[in-house]
């Protein structure tokens, strides 16, 4: 045998080798109870020439003792298995020649159960001592026939029986041998294709389990074989619901649009679906998982409002780094007009109307400045410098500079600060630049929307202490934002103002998606209320 087949043989479990074992010996106890039956009923008929009763009977009771105490043994598992397999293999070849010769020799026919014992041992060993145990068998049949011939108690008085024999317990040994070498590299090859399958579904999980796109697999009787999390989280649905495997009862919707897809013939393009599901945009694919589209199909579920914004994302980072160096190169001929201009207004010469069409290029050339600046501040959200604050001492801090900068009292200017059970300052992680500003261009804002009367603005923090979140409030008594607005509100260079830039807006909630917190709008009963979304530090 060599050596790659022992490798596969002894690769197998011990429990697999000791489960043949005691098959063996099962067998080996009905072969010993027929002999000593044999001799209780059948004794007294002569059917066996030269037959002597009394060594019958003690190696057929010694046989079957034998067979009880093998069985015993191997249900211990001791002494160890390879050396229980020889013991055992030997001692069946000893037991069925002595049998053999107490009842007449070869002619008995006895001897076919060699044959048998030879088979049994090469699988108990896995056919590795077939060959050994078939010598063994051939030697002890060749001496019996010997000691017969020399006796004179045979009767052919050759050897041509007990060679056919022979021949016939190597025949067998080799067959053994064979079958057993290929059956164990098979299982050897089964087990080792069914740990690969067993990875492989594992990487398959896994690839799935990560993929930014939801995947649901379903079969040719629309029953749900298995999705990920991200089809749960963009169909909106929880485990439980996937539990019953039946795609109408999961995703009604997909029903319909799978049904389509397979009545499509199979040479047309798999296309794209669209699907708006839970305020989102999804697009579906369909592939088949077999030869035909009947069969089976996995469907790929992609956000594609998510896509849309990521790729609005990439459109306005170029469009920032396009105008970041169109307002590098404005700011010199500005500057060097606005210098100009003062210069003029200087000149005491000029009439009334010269000197108001030069305030009209100062109030333009302060406003390019202004979105000069903005835009270079959006082209800066990126470069975040995120430090621990004390929320409450800054927005204190925050509204007494805000009420001196703008000209606003404190009473029209309101701060209310509500803290949580838990009397601990709250922290949190933010560019405190960048907070500065956001905080800035809403509450002016809002103070240029609002009544401008007593707490016609209000800035308010809300803690909640069984969350790591909170959120900042500013909210105006003003007439709010045109519904039709709302949509646009956040949009670079959208404004309702004559003299706004339009970036202010979109440059308070590119900072904080940048800060890791949210901006959004909330219309109110009067007015309009600005919601910051915060994390603690």
């Given amino acids: 045998m060599t050596a790659g087949a022992d490798e596969h043989l002894n690769a197998l479990p011990d429990h697999d080798y000791w489960r043949v074992m005691r098959v063996s010996n099962l067998y080996r ?105 078939a010598a063994i068998a051939s030697i002890a049949l060749l001496l019996e026939q010997s000691f017969q011939i020399l006796n004179g108690s045979n ?28 059956t164990h590299q098979s299982e050897a090859l089964a087990s080792q294709r069914g740990v690969d399958l067993e990875n492989l579904a594992q990487v398959n999980a896994l690839i799935t389990q990560e993929m930014q796109d939801g995947v649901l697999v379903v079969d040719k009787d629309f029953k749900l074989r298995h999705h990920n999390v991200q089809a749960e989280y963009l169909l909106a649905l929880d485990q439980h619901t996937f539990e019953t495997q039946a795609l109408a009862e999961c995703v009604p919707e997909l029903v319909d649009l799978l049904r389509n897809w397979i009545n499509e013939r199979d040479d047309i393009e798999p296309t794209s679906i669209q699907l708006a599901k839970n305020e989102r945009e999804l697009r579906l694919r369909f592939m088949p998982v077999g030869s035909n589209r009947q069969q089976g199909a996995v469907i790929f579920i992609e956000d594609w409002s998510q896509l849309r914004a990521q790729s609005q994302q990439l459109k306005l980072a170029a469009l920032g780094r396009l105008t970041a160096h169109i307002a590098h190169e404005i700011r010199n001929p500005l500057s060097a007009i606005s210098h100009a201009n003062q210069l003029l207004q200087e000149d005491e010469t000029h009439d009334l109307a010269s000197h108001r069409l030069l305030q009209i290029i100062a109030d333009n050339v302060q406003r390019l400045d202004r979105i000069v600046k903005d835009v270079l501040e959006l082209n800066r959200r990126d470069r ?154």
């Fill in 29 to 133: 106890l009905v072969i010993a109870g027929v002999f000593v039956g044999s001799h209780v009923f059948l004794n007294n008929i002569p059917w066996w020439e030269n037959y002597d009763s009394q060594l019958y009977a003690k190696l057929a009771i010694g046989y079957f003792i034998f067979s009880a105490l093998a069985i015993t043994l191997t249900r211990l598992r001791w002494p160890a298995f390879d050396l229980q397999r020889s013991f055992q293999a030997i001692a069946d070849i000893a037991f069925i020649v002595a049998l053999m010769h107490a009842a007449g020799g070869v002619a008995s026919g006895l001897g076919l159960l060699l044959v048998v014992a030879i088979a049994a041992a090469s699988l108990v060993s896995q056919g590795r001592w077939a060959l050994f145990y």
């Fill in 155 to 182: 009767i052919s008085g050759d050897y041509s029986h007990s060679v056919m024999l022979s021949l016939s317990c190597f025949a067998t040994a080799w067959l053994a041998h064979s079958f057993a070498v290929q």
């Fill in 384 to 537: 975040t410098k995120q430090e621990i604050i004390v929320l409450e001492d800054f927005l204190q801090e925050f509204h007494d500079q805000f009420c001196q900068v703008e000209r606003i009292t404190p009473l029209g200017f309101r701060l209310e600060i509500n803290p949580s059970p838990a009397s601990s300052s709250v922290q949190i992680l933010f560019d405190r630049r960048h907070l500065n500003q956001i905080l800035w261009n809403l509450c002016r804002n809002g103070w240029h929307h609002s009544q401008q009367q007593a707490a016609s603005l209000i800035l308010s923090l809300h803690v909640q202490s069984d969350i790591h979140s909170l959120r900042l409030e500013i909210m105006d008594d003003g007439l709010g934002v045109p519904v039709e607005a709302q949509s646009h509100l956040f949009e670079p260079f959208f404004t309702t103002e004559a003299t706004g830039t339009g970036l202010g807006l979109y440059i308070a909630r590119e900072l904080c998606e940048a800060n890791g917190a949210s901006l959004n709008y909330t219309p109110a009963e009067t007015g309009g209320l600005f919601i910051i979304h915060l994390k603690k530090a």
